[in-house]
């Protein structure tokens, strides 16, 4: 597990400081781009005691500022069971995020990598979690900072990738809760 | 082509959008103790345990209360304040058996609405008959089988609860036997007809309707949810009540504002329901 994250940074570093790579990469569409992408969050401990692995939807608008650098907005849905001491049992709740980003990044060839960080707000659906003092009374919004690192395969057609991402999120106000977000996105770039 | 991927995106925001904009999503009030029975007391008899949660249900806006009182005059009734379908309300429990032997449990669910309450040991339909069954509760009551050490999880539904609290208004407001309500399935019932009071001491006495029909959108819907936990060996039950807000009147602040801010919480003193017994 820890060698292949190794791999992953490594391969997003060499692609990120690859100098003089834009040249030869495979023809790619610059500026205004919307990515969608399907994935999981899971939680980190302590929270993963009380909520499960869900999946995820998440979507980003943004525009490339530079061949290296790109600001955006994104949102993000995700589903988990709660799984506090019952009762109550077998209850979902949703964590909705959205939160503005930079992201810097290099191609090489056919392959991009990046590393993305932002802030912004969460909301969760319930109280559910409320039991295990994860929200106080009356919570429902939270500060969301995250950060992360992605890889990307462009398509024959300029306008199209497609990508992996993982995130890191922290959510401080609800008990400081720390989440990764990974996902599969498909990238149009207009 | 790209008109596709942007109308696959603009939808995608708007189902992200709308999804956390829902105002169906629910809220959970844990009860406000962990309720221990089974034991035995000094003259052998087992022992019950009860508990009541209050729904923290904020006080009723100026323009809520003409409305109701339009309707009210309309009908020529009294219209509550919280209606059956303001809420859709579950409960959610736990039982613990603290024993090494296996046992039984029953779980009777009563409440109350904001006019009246139920429990089922204040209405006494036949005085003069020891052998007459007691009066039911709204639901429950139900053996459950416990394993030693063992624990089992269950619910009253949404319909279960709707149901009784129709029952609950039919009974209390509408003299309603009982047994009539709680074996009938009234949870679609579109209105019923009030009667005069019970006369368990007046032989062949008959009730008679009394007052214009009570329509649905007059139904009480009930406020404060009761619980009876009566298991033969020693167990421990714990519950939470799970509301789906569908009319946007339970405080944010749910049971913390009870202290944190009580002159927001609509004060309700619902009324004991009685027959053949003096009210506490």
């Not at chain 1, 939807?57 to 993000?76: E, H, K, Q």
């Not at chain 1, 993305?116 to 979690?129: D, P, T, Y």
């Not at chain 2, 219209?79 to 039982?95: A, H, M, N, S």
């Amino acid at each position: 597990m820890r060698r292949s994250a190794l791999v992953v940074i490594a391969l997003v570093v060499v692609v990120v400081v690859a100098p003089g790579a834009t040249a030869s990469a495979r023809p790619a569409a610059s500026g205004w781009f919307a990515e969608g992408g399907l994935g999981a969050v899971a939680f980190l401990p302590k929270a993963s005691r009380d909520a499960d692995i869900g999946p995820a939807l998440d979507i980003r608008i943004g525009r490339d500022l530079f061949s290296w650098l790109g600001v955006g907005i994104s949102l993000a849905a995700s589903s988990h069971e709660a799984t506090v001491p019952p009762p109550p049992e077998g209850e979902w709740f949703q964590l909705y995020r959205g939160s503005g980003d930079a992201r810097i990044g290099g191609r090489l060839d056919r392959f991009a990598g990046f590393v993305e960080g932002g802030a912004g707000i969460a909301m969760i659906s319930s109280n559910v979690l409320g039991k295990v003092m994860i929200t106080d009374p009356g919570e429902r919004f939270s500060i969301a900072f995250h950060a992360g690192a992605g890889i990307e395969y462009q398509l024959e057609n300029r306008h199209y990738a497609v990508g992996l991402a993982a995130d890191g999120f922290l959510l401080p106000q609800f008990a400081a809760i720390r989440a990764i977000d990974s996902r599969l996105f498909l990238r149009y770039t207009y | 082509m790209r008109t596709i991927v942007m109308s696959l995106f603009v939808g995608g925001a708007i189902a992200l959008g709308g999804l956390a904009g829902c105002a169906n999503d629910p809220l959970y009030l844990p009860a406000p103790m962990t309720m221990e029975a089974g034991a035995r007391d000094t003259t052998g008899m087992l022992v019950e345990a009860k508990a009541s949660l209050q729904l923290p249900i904020k006080t009723e806006s100026a323009s809520d209360l003409m409305k109701r009182t339009a309707l009210g005059e309309k009908l020529g009734i009294t219209v509550p304040y919280v209606k059956i379908g303001d809420l859709e309300t579950e409960v959610e429990w736990t039982i613990k058996n603290l024993d090494t032997m296996p046992g039984q449990a029953k779980i009777q669910l009563n409440g109350a609405n904001e006019l009246f309450s139920y429990d089922p040991t204040l209405i006494v339909l036949a005085p003069d008959d020891e052998e007459a069954p007691p009066t039911p509760g709204l639901d429950g009551d139900i053996p459950i089988n416990v394993p030693a050490g063992g624990t089992v999880t269950g619910l009253f539904t949404e319909d279960n609860l709707r149901e009784a609290a129709i029952d609950l208004d039919q009974v209390t407001r509408g003299n309603v036997n009982p047994f009539r309500a709680m074996l009938t399935i009234s949870k679609n019932a579109t209105s019923f007809q009030p009667l005069t009071m019970p006369m368990p001491d007046v032989e062949d006495y008959m009730q008679t309707p009394l007052g214009p029909a009570i329509p649905r959108e007059a139904f009480a819907a009930m406020t404060r949810i009761d619980l009876v936990f009566k298991p033969d060996t020693h167990m421990v039950l714990e519950f939470n009540v799970r509301v789906r807000d569908l009319r946007g009147i339970m405080h944010d602040l749910l049971l913390a504002a009870v202290t944190q801010k009580p002159g927001e919480l609509q004060p309700f003193m619902p009324m004991a329901y009685t027959v053949g017994v003096t009210p506490p």
